[in-house]
Nanobody, 121 residues
Framework: QVQLVESGGGLVQAGGSLRLSCTAS????????MGWFRRAPGKEREFVGGIGWSGGDTYYGDSVKGRFTVSGDDAKNTVYLQMNSLKPEDTAVYLC??????????????WGRGTQVTVSS
């Protein structure tokens, strides 16, 4: 059974940085891509950024472009989210996700439990 486990969340002041990590466990894990979403109180889940596993192409949601960077380590089945210039509106639970279904490789079918990021003003 594959699990995604996030780490690295916490409390940071506005303008600061945090780095989140997400590692996929499970011998059968194969991924077409991994990425990050976030869910803030009273808001819908929002796409943050993702990376395609084979070519390493990255893509981002408009609200984080230029501030956040997604990177990955294939050998460790790990994806990272470097968050710089954080704003209070970045406060949310950050969820790691993976696209692993060969039937539907564009679907985010695996999810972590999330890690809380709180940005104080």
């Amino acid at each position: 059974q594959v699990q995604l486990v996030e780490s690295g969340g916490g409390l940071v002041q506005a303008g600061g940085s945090l780095r989140l990590s997400c590692t996929a466990s499970g011998r059968s894990f194969r991924s077409y891509g991994m990425g990050w979403f976030r869910r803030a109180p009273g808001k819908e889940r929002e796409f943050v950024g993702g990376i395609g596993w084979s070519g390493g192409d990255t893509y981002y949601g408009d609200s984080v472009k230029g501030r956040f960077t997604v990177s990955g380590d294939d050998a460790k089945n790990t994806v990272y989210l470097q968050m710089n210039s954080l704003k209070p509106e970045d406060t949310a639970v950050y969820l790691c996700a993976a696209r692993s279904s060969p039937v539907s490789p564009s679907a985010w079918n695996l999810w972590g439990r999330g890690t809380q990021v709180t940005v104080s003003s």
